[in-house]
């Protein structure tokens, strides 16, 4: 069947659900608003076309398994269908509905286009059995899917009938981030605004509706047809071919529908620790990049160099054409080259990985000690700060930081021992501080340095060639002849002079660094400075003590002394730079310092701010002499902390900026 059908027709004695081979709600708020700009300008005499809406009749072998919905397709005649493609538009369509009908019960309208408020719910949301709290949903998920329980609690809103417990996904996410949109439009309208729209949506949106017969395989029919509008992830596809990869194994019906079901849990895993990431939203591919490099590093390792080189530069592309076209295939099922265990072996990796991946991005989350957790927390900022600073050695590769990787790898091969991972970790975050503070340039001119290969260090843990501790080892050898080597020390120092220390990729991470440090010596567990927001709001969180823009009298008057040149250098000097608890920069601006420390008008001065704003109170007016000798504190600080050593006065005046002072 294939014809242009309106949403009334659609959900005309038939009942819908999500398979389980399909992605869950992936429009977000940018599709939604299109959605409902195409709806609400829509001309109430002309049709909109919607889209595709490929359904697939669901086995009776199926649905006989389906305890609330047998009553309504046996008694009813009711006929189930798979949504094969169309389940977008589809679901978008029926969260607006119960929109309506939410903004319907608050303004308490009884009815639109004579229709009653009981009549729509019967019509798209759901059929009751003799009126008894036995519902059969018309649209929702397969029961294995994290959205089922939400679509029907947060959605529908219709707890009573719901057991199960409710999982927020990236999923969920967006099925409740589409309803409030809607909320939002609808509750803006009159009665005849909101009738209209309910007309427009069940109406006068048309559906090319195509049912797909039995000799088509609909797992391949989703991968081609799904392309037609957000794309799917790799994972997506990858769930997808999997599953279609596990009906043509040569085995008995009930290992395929284990092996199934581990795929299916083993997603449902995956998408509900990525949504559980809120302050660094990580997109599914990462992750599967990411499990990619670690999972198949021997294989990388032994291409053809031509090979090897899409893999460093294009790997997001090479990957996904190696897992789909060229790994998982059916030709490898059918040639016994890949074999059930390789799928079971597989997906319990994936299921390991997921779990390690969200420690390292989630760290508060994280089932460990407290020190753990923290130094997740600084290594997750550091290189989020630094991921051009990362290389992985096939050569090296530009812009592409495989440091995760090589994080994961360790963290498997520490097997839950959180001695050795605490050692591994703090072992990590100095020498990642080390190489992104010194120049780079200096280092590769030592020729007996040669950093840590992150790639082959990969392959070496997975071969067990290679041992956290001889990592460990490693990385402190690294550190003290960096930091040991005059060339590097000179070099570095001397660029630092030239270009001031503001907007260094390791500044925001060293000011955080020092406020934990002064928090700790106050003996307070109190954060006053929020690192999410620092390091989000870019260089708007450091504050410039003596500003930028320095008219004020208070200012000149103690600069006047100095060149242009040597103002800047004084402006950008570490002692005059401060995290600010929050974006006070505009409020701050270029007042005097007594102003600063406490604003007269609100609660926005140095008195109620962060602990390093707190410090600068200490201080009763701010110059050069101030600047220098705060400047010699965080220097002080710097080789408490990381073991970098300035040791001569002058080169630490070089180091600031300051040494015409």
Known sequence: MDQLVSLSKIFSEKIYRIPDYQRGYAWTKKEVEEFWSDLYRLDEKKNHYVGVLTLEPVDTSIFNNWIDDTWIIESKRYIPYYVVDGQQRLTTSIILITAILEVMKANKIEKLNFTKHEDIIKKYIYESKDDTDSLTYLFGYERENPSYVYLLANIFKYQKTISGKIIETT???NLIGAKEVFIEKLSKLNISELEAIYTKITQNFLFNVYTISKDIDVHVTFETMNNRGKPLS????????????????DCGEAQKKILRREINSCWKEIYHLLGRITSEQIQDDEFLINHFMLYFSETIKNLEEEERFLFRYFLGKTQTNYLLNTHFVPKNIIDNVLKTTDFHEYIRSLNECIKLWDELKNPQSADKPEEIKEYLQKIRFLTRQSSNYHYVSFEEV???SYINVFILACFQACNSDNDLLLKFLKSLEKYLFVILFYDRE???EESDIHLIDYFDSVLKLNKKELTVNEIIERMSKLHNTITSSPNIKNKTIRNYNLRGLYKNPWIKYFLCEYEYKLMKSSKSNLVKLDREILFSNGYNSIEHIYPLNSHYKYWTDRFAQFTSKQRNSLKHSLGNLVAISENKNSRLGNKPFPEKVSNTQNTTGYKFGTYAE???TDFEEWGPDEILKR?????????ERWDVKIAKKDDKKIFLGLNFL
């Open 171 to 173: 999923y969920t996410k």
């Open 234 to 249: 790799h994972l997506e596809l990858l769930k997808n071919r999997l599953i279609y990869l596990s009906t043509l194994f």
């Open 398 to 400: 530009p812009n592409r």
């Open 442 to 444: 200096a280092i590769k």
């Open 614 to 616: 707190i410090e600068l």
């Open 631 to 639: 400047g010699l504190t965080l220097i002080a600080f710097l080789n």
